[in-house]
């Protein structure tokens, strides 16, 4: 029979959802040491027994904390002579324009080698490399005893002959990865190029390591693994090019967020993932995540492609405090897991979000919270007490947050030119649905989505991910004419390399087309038809994204890509979930918006399709609380996400 | 207004700020707009305080409120909401011409004005003697281009399409510049809308409070760290490499919670463009006064209350007509920041870092067949701080903006970059090291092409501080197609032909400590 499962892996547990006549979803402990031992725990408390499942789709953050811990492989970058320093240097700009205090972050590698050679523009050498060349620089290569290799040379993506002679002999000799820029990204910009391939090859042998463990753990299950873009890749796949799962965690989230909206008939929508430390915030157009070429982790840029997200520090643990100027600010200091919100009577004794949360009764102190920790009020109004009485109490430190979201909120859909109002908010992670209504209202959005388990939101969206495969190559010549020799080689390739990925799935192939106008810096990415002109197409997009068009400019194709897809696990949100058994509903005194009410107190388990529900109300689940202001009403429709509007009804 | 509506006020007129930079560079045509956002935002109160700015140039900072200033010295109650002005004129509210600013009067319903929003773009080309607008040889302004003083471009009825005309036929390439204007009203009309937003939720009264409230918070932020500035006076001065030296001295004054730069005894104005009008001069000092109190306030008109700025007219930092004034934007104010620095150095031994590389280093390439036109500005060495080394190979002080990839260069121009990478030794040595210095060699490949150079600190060194050694000086030339080198001066025109190459090597950063 066959067993699905999604399996993310976050700071502090492992979600699992299970695909089963009722979809579950269970937590444990992540493990960090060795992430595959959580999985394993997860898989069998998900699914009973982990050699029962017999296919996963995983999230991992193994490359993103090998990154951003710097516990990397010891690497070496070969390049061209001239530009030795092109990691310091990159694009020459400083990170802030007046803070002394923050500098450029440290390159992830100082050794390089440099090789006489040239590639020019068009792919011809300039420089040849010679057979001598190749020795020497291979003998400087292995002097220097690295774990894994980055060849980046200039023009490499317009001509090759160079870099695959280099990488052919480094891993004859050497035997360890090398990563070669005109496989991983044949694409122009040499400092962006060079970044991703050196990335890439600091986390290769860690992230080989990784998943070595766990398809010896899993043996009979098929593993896909989630990549930034927000869709899914096989393991060998994940294996040589580990860079693509830098934003692997968070894309999930978003997919998710995605088919949350659709199932519940809303096209556009903002993904709103608030955790402990932080908030990410991403823009859904028609049910998808917005999808960037560029991303960047602790300051060092990556081109693959990556779901758009914004994060803002303010999350749960974040805390409030007075500064020098008299306002109260919320984060971006956390109080982290330890000692955590005073509430978790811990140590803790500065006010954070979440105390002020458990201070107006948002949170249940009855309740038990993951990890045997009990809420206990009292720290918090002490903590809170501390604040000088300007700073507004409880409902302050609320309405400062909620400020601080709302304005990264405004900024992903204002700039796609998108008005919130004429979005849904789709709340999720462990805050996102106690602050949503709220926020909505501030925003103007036309409703609040919380899906029926959006404490496990990510692991879902690995479920209903697309695996996927994008082919590129730059181009750089006119959109106009005929083009049909540029296609064929790439739609080749994306299908021959997810074929392997997923042997015996259906695929389907879109080709895609980055264009700008001649002497603009900036491309747009267009989806086209077999046999379309991107040309005709860039006009009309260049007016809907940037309000005009200049339909006598010659347009440029920069990058052709052909994008391959296979179905994901699950093609609609499941519904009909199993939300263990529901307890008597009972009623609590809390403070919604600065009102104090008597609230009804639900467990998510007693909400069935169809139910409707009037605020002030808090709907609980085991590791969320969805809270609805006085004058809310929801609704919960057939997927079982509860549906929550702003009334005029106080 | 208590401790929170402080902080949701702030985000909300920042947010009105941040919204009108994001269209600007959404609708903007021209890659310096777009990719290098050389291109600020800002809203200001009904009298003229600036309330929230959207940063990305320090040049811009302390100029836009003098834009708004003189568009309503020149408008007065005609200025009145639905009504844009444009200017560039450096003598009237500008800085030099290719920085277009337009403002605009904000209303709400009921047409009781509620502030202004204005945004400024760097446009790449406003006529003159050169491709760029920023000709080396200018003797006066004329010679730069087009000069806009403060003139009505759109009122209740719409846009003057003639004043767009008028632009656009001055530019070498005017379809771009009818594009990044479109943004620009884009921008103003985005901010309006938000601004009419906030007046509905706070009431007009209310709103203005709201304005007052933070200017009033970033001046209590920032005149907490100025107190923590010894008193006295501090005097520096340096050197402008222009004939056999310009001298701009600062005498600089704390006394309790206020600071007066007092730049009187500057130099006169010189028949070259490395004039800086008063506004550049403003921002430069409002530069190092934001990154040595609290860089991280509110940026508006509060941030710089404690901060008095003397000059006097017709000298190097506060021209007068007909100076030319295209570089005193991009080099006088690089030294103008340097200045200040040292002076503040006297006061804050602890705080303030070594000389950065002190110059922009002005690159460009052009002919007319083919016809192309490359500029480029280049990275250098960062100085020392107290607390670190300086980061090498990286812009300084009042320009932020991203080099072009050589692989991006040798696709659009005739042109091939050979090196691009650290100039070893440039630093100065110290407790902690300063950053070195860049080398940049980039050959021609068409048959001929026109060189302009626009440079600093070929002469005199980026001082250490604290007993560390200087930054090595820049140095510019030529390598002929035979081999031969050439020294080349740091500033001035030559002709190229195919094969030569011109290699710039750029300043490295004082060091600190002995």
Redesign the interface.
């Known amino acids: 029979m066959e067993l699905v499962a999604g399996v993310d892996v976050g700071g502090t547990f492992t979600d699992v959802v299970v695909l089963a006549e009722h979809p579950r979803a269970v937590k444990v402990p992540t493990t960090p040491s060795d992430q595959g031992e959580g999985v394993v725990a997860g898989l069998d408390a998900g699914a009973g027994a982990h050699g029962d499942v017999t296919a996963m789709a995983h999230g991992t953050t193994t490359a993103t904390n090998a990154v951003l811990e710097r516990d990397i492989a010891r690497t070496v970058l070969v390049t061209t002579a001239g530009f030795a320093d092109l990691l310091v240097i990159g694009r020459q700009d400083r990170p802030s324009l007046y803070d002394l205090r923050v500098t450029r972050p440290t390159p992830l590698t100082q050794s390089v080698v440099t090789v006489d050679e040239r590639m020019g523009p068009q792919g011809r050498p300039l420089v040849a490399l010679t057979g001598e060349e190749v020795e020497r620089v291979v003998d400087a290569v292995a002097a220097l005893e690295p774990e894994s290799v980055a060849v980046s040379l200039l023009f490499g993506y317009a001509g090759d002959a160079h870099e695959r002679a280099l990488a052919d002999e480094l891993a004859r000799r050497l035997g360890v990865p090398v990563t070669r820029s005109s496989a991983l990204l044949p694409e122009f910009r040499e400092y962006e190029r060079a970044s991703t391939c050196v990335l890439n090859a600091a986390v290769a042998p860690v992230m080989r390591r990784y998943l070595e463990g766990l398809d010896r753990r899993l043996p009979d299950a098929s593993i896909t693994v989630m990549t930034s873009g927000g869709g899914t890749a096989g393991l060998d796949f994940v294996a040589d090019a580990p860079v693509h799962t830098l934003l692997s965690g968070p894309a999930a989230g978003v997919v998710a967020a995605g088919a949350v909206a659709r199932s519940g008939g809303f096209a556009d929508a903002l993904a709103f993932d608030m955790g402990g430390t932080s908030t990410d915030v991403c823009l859904i157009r028609d049910g998808v995540p917005e999808v960037a070429t560029e991303a960047e982790i602790g300051g060092l840029p990556f081109r693959t492609p990556a779901v758009g997200i914004h994060t803002v520090g303010a999350g749960g643990g974040s805390v409030g405090w007075i500064d020098r100027g008299g306002a109260l600010r919320v984060g971006p200091r956390s109080a982290g897991a330890r000692p955590g919100p005073a509430c978790y009577g811990l140590g803790g004794t500065e006010p954070t979000v979440t105390d002020a949360h458990c201070a107006l009764g948002h949170l249940d102190p009855a309740r038990q919270l993951g990890g045997g920790l009990v809420l206990d009020p009292g720290p918090a109004h002490r903590a809170i007490a501390g604040l000088p009485p300007e700073a507004g109490g409880a409902e302050g430190i609320l309405t400062v947050a909620r400020a601080t979201m709302a304005r990264a909120l405004r900024r992903v859909s204002m700039e796609r030119g998108v008005d919130p109002s004429t979005l849904v908010l789709i709340p999720y992670g462990g805050a996102g649905p106690l602050h949503a209504s709220a926020l909505a209202a501030e925003l103007g959005c036309a409703a609040v989505v919380v899906p029926p388990a959006p404490g496990v939101l990510s692991a879902l969206g690995l479920l209903l991910a697309p695996s996927r495969y994008e082919a590129l190559r730059t181009v750089m010549r006119p959109a106009e004419g005929d083009l049909g020799d540029v296609w064929p080689a790439l739609e080749r390739e994306a299908r021959d390399e997810l074929g392997r990925q997923r042997p015996g799935a259906a695929l389907s192939t879109q080709r895609v087309a980055d264009c700008r106008y001649a002497g603009q810096s900036h491309e747009l990415r267009l989806e086209l038809d077999e046999g379309e002109e991107p040309a005709s197409r860039f006009h009309a997009a260049h007016e809907r994204a940037y309000g005009y068009a200049m339909r006598g400019e010659p347009v440029v194709l920069v990058t052709a890509r052909v994008v391959a897809e296979a179905p994901p696990a699950c093609e609609d949100l499941p519904a009909g979930w199993d939300q263990g058994s529901a307890g008597p509903e009972r009623s609590r005194r809390v403070t919604i918006e600065g009102v104090e009410v008597e609230a009804r107190v639900l467990d998510r388990a007693a909400l069935g399709v169809g139910d409707r529900l009037a605020g002030p109300a808090l709907v609980e689940q085991s590791d969320t609380t969805t809270l609805l202001a006085p004058s809310d009403e929801a609704t919960v429709d057939e997927r079982g996400n509860l549906v929550i509007r702003r009334t005029n009804r106080r | 207004m208590?401790?929170?509506e402080?902080?949701?006020v702030?985000?909300?007129l920042?947010?009105v700020a941040?919204?009108m930079g994001?269209?600007l560079r959404?609708?903007a045509?021209?890659?310096n707009i777009?990719?290098r956002a050389d291109c600020s935002a800002a809203v200001f109160d009904v009298d003229g305080q600036m309330v929230a700015q959207a940063?990305h140039i320090?040049v811009h900072l302390g100029s836009m409120p003098a834009s708004v200033a003189a568009a309503i010295e020149a408008f007065g109650a005609d200025l009145a909401p639905g009504v844009q002005v444009a200017l560039n004129d450096p003598y009237q509210g500008g800085t030099h011409l290719p920085d277009l600013t337009i403002v605009a009067a904000v209303g709400d319903e009921e047409g009781r004005p509620l502030g202004y929003v204005a945004n400024r773009a760097h446009h790449a080309d406003v006529g003159g003697a050169a491709p760029g607008s920023m000709p080396a040889s200018a003797t006066d302004i004329a010679m730069e281009g087009l000069r806009v003083p403060p003139v009505l471009v759109a009122d209740a009825d719409g846009f003057r399409e003639d004043m767009l005309d008028l632009i656009a036929a001055n530019s070498r390439t005017p379809?771009?510049r009818r594009?990044d204007l479109?943004?620009q009203f884009?921008a103003n009309h985005?901010g309006a809308m938000r601004l009419r937003e906030l007046s509905r939720r706070y009431g007009p009264s209310g709103l203005a409070g709201a304005m007052a409230a933070v200017c009033d918070?970033?001046d209590?932020?920032v005149r907490?760290a100025v107190r923590e500035i010894p008193d006295g006076t501090y005097s520096f001065t340096d050197v402008l490499e222009v004939a056999d030296g310009v001298e701009i001295s600062v005498d600089l004054t704390v006394e309790g919670d206020e600071v007066t730069a007092d730049l009187s005894r500057s130099a006169p104005q010189v028949a070259a463009p490395l004039n800086a009008v008063h506004a550049v001069t403003v921002s430069s000092a409002y530069?190092v006064f934001?990154?040595l109190t609290d860089?991280?306030?509110p940026p508006n008109a509060g941030c710089y209350r404690a901060l008095t700025v003397r000059t006097k007219p017709g000298t190097i930092v506060d021209a007068a007509l007909p100076a030319p004034v295209a570089a005193g934007n991009v080099e006088t104010s690089q030294r103008i920041v340097d200045v200040l620095l040292g002076a503040f150095a006297q006061a804050l031994p602890d705080a303030v870092?070594a000389a950065s590389q002190g110059t922009m280093n002005n690159l460009l390439l052009g002919s007319s067949t083919p016809s192309f036109s490359y500029y480029e500005t280049?990275?250098g060495g960062?100085g020392a701080?107290p607390?670190?080394d300086g980061?090498?190979?990286?812009?300084?002080g009042m320009t932020?903006?991203?080099?072009t990839?050589?692989?991006?260069l040798?696709?659009a121009y005739p042109l091939?970059?050979?090196?691009?990478?650290?100039r070893r030794g440039s630093a100065g040595a110290g407790r902690h090291q300063g950053g070195e210095g860049?080398v940049r060699?980039v050959e021609v490949t068409c048959e001929a092409a026109t060189l302009t150079l626009q440079t600093e600190r070929r002469a005199r060194s980026p001082w250490g501080l604290a007993g560390g050694g200087d930054g090595g000086t820049g140095r510019n030339t030529v390598i002929r197609a035979d081999g031969t080198e050439e020294p080349l001066a740091a500033k001035g025109s030559w002709p190229l032909v195919r094969g030569d190459r011109v290699r710039v090597e750029t300043p490295g950063g004082g060091g600190w400590g002995g």
Do not use: C, Q
Request: aromatic share 6%; hydrophobic share 40%.
């Open positions: 208590d401790a929170v402080l902080e949701v702030r985000h909300a920042a947010g941040d919204e994001v269209a959404r609708a045509y021209s890659p777009k990719e940063e320090p379809s771009e594009g479109r943004a884009a985005v918070y970033s209590r932020r907490a530069f934001r990154m860089p991280d306030a870092p280049i990275a960062e701080t607390h670190r980061m090498s190979g990286v812009h300084t932020n903006t991203k080099n990839p050589a692989e991006a040798e696709l091939r970059v050979w090196r691009a990478e650290l860049v060699e």
